[in-house]
């Protein structure tokens, strides 16, 4: 298993930018892929962004060109950098993982709220 720490969440204008932070530990990093899934209220879970261990990634049509998300295998860390933030982008923000022999993200770390004012 893999343990997950997000933070970097808070209350942002319409407009603005958040960085979030996930830090892993417990798997060797570098070989797993990683994830940033959010929960609006009253909504499902949904997959915003990934990034393979290759570094390969893959957005929502919702967030692309606003989002971006990165990887530091040094460090253990992944990222999400929003910008340009829309209200429907207000939710909790999940960091995931899936291990090499996994079919799904597995492993999940607190949450973090995010909430964009209008």
């Known amino acids: 298993q893999v343990q997950l720490v997000e933070s970097g969440g808070g209350l942002v204008q319409a407009g603005g930018s958040l960085r979030l932070s996930c830090a892993a530990s417990g798997s060797v990093f570098s070989a797993i892929a990683m994830a940033w899934y959010r929960q609006a209220p009253g909504k499902q879970r949904q997959l915003v962004a990934e990034?393979?261990?290759?570094?390969?990634?893959n957005y929502i049509d919702a967030v692309k060109g606003r989002f971006t998300i990165s990887r530091d295998n040094a460090k253990d860390m992944v990222y999400l950098q929003m910008n340009s933030l829309k209200p429907e982008d207000t939710g909790v923000y999940y960091c995931?993982?899936?291990?090499?022999?996994?079919?799904?993200?597995?492993?999940w770390g607190q949450g973090t709220q995010v909430t964009v004012s209008s």
């Open positions: 995931a993982a899936r291990l090499p022999f996994q079919s799904d993200f597995r492993s």
């Open positions: 990034i393979t261990s290759a570094g390969t990634t």
